[in-house]
């Protein structure tokens, strides 16, 4: 017998789907974030979008979505106002995106493990912190590197040796898929144990979301 919830339309399907889609441009067009008027004019839209997609993925719950609003308009704001400045690589920039996509992670997260039932919002959502996490790590990197330049090494040949987002980037989601080319190290401690941190949380997210959804539908079989 069909229950009433098997049947309830998925309401807030474009809660998580606009977000995801938002993080798969992001990584499909950041290696043309350069230098130049065009490449700063892609990062600028993109962070504007990324900011959109992650305030309304939050939408419903009022103190959340005040809380994620609060941080966007603060990232937001300092971003601007370091491209009129013409200062790249500003350590509050930086801390301001990171400490909203890690607001945004945890809020999406929550979201999705309480849901009682697998949907396709749901589905969007789990994708969503799986990308989120990657997103969070590699800014919080490249903030660290901000403050305290020489926490990463670069050991690629024939490549710029100063390290940017788009170096972080790549080497968070090296880092979270547990693949690690190698060509970028954390010289310090702490970088190693941040490092050491996302390789966990990459692999325990998948272990906890598995079970997760096995639970949900063995109680649904029940």
């Known amino acids: 017998m069909t229950r009433p919830e098997d049947s309830a339309p998925d309401e807030a399907t474009g809660q998580f789907l606009w977000l995801m889609l938002a993080l798969a441009t992001l990584l499909i067009t950041y290696p043309y974030f350069g230098n130049t008027i065009r490449g700063v004019s892609l990062g600028g839209m993109m962070s504007l979008l990324l900011l959109t997609a992650g305030v309304y993925a939050v939408r419903t719950h009022r103190l959340l979505f005040l809380t994620a609003l609060v941080l966007a308009v603060v990232a937001g704001g300092a971003d601007v106002m370091a491209l009129v400045a013409g200062r790249r690589g500003h350590p ?53 590197e901000t403050l305290q330049p ?3 090494q670069l050991h690629a040949e024939g490549q710029d040796p100063a390290l940017g987002w788009r170096n972080f980037i ?15 190290t954390p010289a310090t401690h702490a970088t190693q144990s941040l490092a050491i941190l ?25």
């Open 150 to 152: 020489g926490s990463f």
């Open 170 to 184: 790549f080497y968070s989601f090296m880092t979270l898929t547990t693949i690690g080319y190698g060509d970028i």
């Open 198 to 222: 996302e390789g966990v949380t990459g692999v325990l997210y998948v272990a906890v979301l598995i079970a997760r959804i096995v639970g949900i539908y063995s109680r649904r079989a029940e």
């Open 92 to 144: 509050f920039v930086e801390g301001s995106f990171t400490a909203f996509y890690a607001f945004t992670t945890g809020c999406v997260f929550l979201e999705v493990i309480r849901s009682k039932k697998v949907t396709g919002n749901s589905i969007y959502g789990i994708v969503c912190v799986y990308l989120l996490l990657g997103v969070t790590f590699g800014t919080g990197y490249d903030f660290i």
